[in-house]
């Protein structure tokens, strides 16, 4: 089992700059992938960043690419987010998630309980 608590979401003016961090507890490991993902009103789930555990190997969607940043530091076991140059579609309620797998591919088995983003224009 794996425990995933969110934090830092909030409203911000587009071209600002948000920190999302998730902490996790339980049985994490090396080979473990972390993952961010977020669901606009009305659109599915889709995966914007992840990383391995081991901090090796990261994964960016397109969307995002140059503009966040996924890090972990292993001695909080925590996972952050850093979001810079945000724009009003990057709205949506972002999720932290554990699982297993390659990227973009990974098997997502843990959620948190999501925490919301707005940007306004």
């Known amino acids: 089992q794996v425990q995933l608590v969110e934090s830092g979401g909030g409203l911000v003016q587009a071209g600002g700059s948000l920190r999302l961090s998730c902490a996790a507890s339980g049985n994490i490991f090396s080979n473990t992938a972390m993952g961010w993902l977020r669901q606009a009103p009305g659109k599915g789930r889709d995966l914007i960043a992840a990383i391995k555990w081991s901090g090796g190997t990261t994964y960016y969607a397109d969307s995002v690419k140059g503009r966040l940043t996924i890090s972990r530091d292993n001695a909080k076991n925590t996972v952050y987010l850093q979001m810079n140059n945000l724009k009003p579609e990057d709205t949506a309620v972002y999720y932290c998630?554990?699982?297993?797998?390659?990227?973009?591919?990974?098997?997502?088995?843990?959620w948190g309980q999501g925490t919301q983003v707005t940007v306004s224009s």
């Open positions: 998630a554990a699982g297993y797998g390659d990227f973009p591919s990974a098997v997502w088995r843990y």
